[in-house]
């Protein structure tokens, strides 16, 4: 609660969700829910809002690329603009930038994750001849620990965030990696 309260102070500033797990057991060991859960109606903001992630999200793209066979040391085209194909996205070409427009180049796949490059992460995802797609991106996220639906089949965008996910899902997805991909499932509290 101080963590959130000291970000976010005015009651005109947003609501805010916060969730620590212990990645070895899966222990929740705080959780806020926002402000709005001492009203009436107590919805937690942690276990059942549905925000898109963003560029966090990214780390799926990447956990199912390094599963693929993809180098971190592989370089991609970053140009500040790019166009996917219809072909890789379900019939719908998907135009997209990098969040800095003069960001633009050649980068590892390393570096383009220290950097967050949208450009690379999207063609990335839709590398069918690495076996890459947004459904197989869907089942790494599903594997770690997101449950919320991701869409059928999952959008192009899905790399940069664009479906709507849980602070508590994310948590326990990146909890899951950190517990070296062995996911242990969210418990709130434990009897003694």
Known sequence: DAAV???LQEPTDPEAALVAIDPANGEI????????YTKPGQFNLATQGSRQAGSAFKMFTLATALKQGISLNSYWPGPSTITIPSTD???V????????????????????????VNTVFAQVETNEGAGMSPSKVAAMADRLGIESPLGNPPPCSLTLGSQGVSPLEMTVAYATIANQGTYESPTAVTLT
């Open 89 to 91: 996205c379900g019939g």
């Open 5 to 7: 309260r000291e970000a």
């Open 93 to 116: 070409s998907w135009t997209l930038s990098n969040a800095d427009p003069g960001e633009a180049g050649y980068f590892s796949l390393a570096s383009a994750t220290a950097h967050s």
């Open 29 to 36: 060991l705080a959780m806020v829910g926002g402000r709005s």
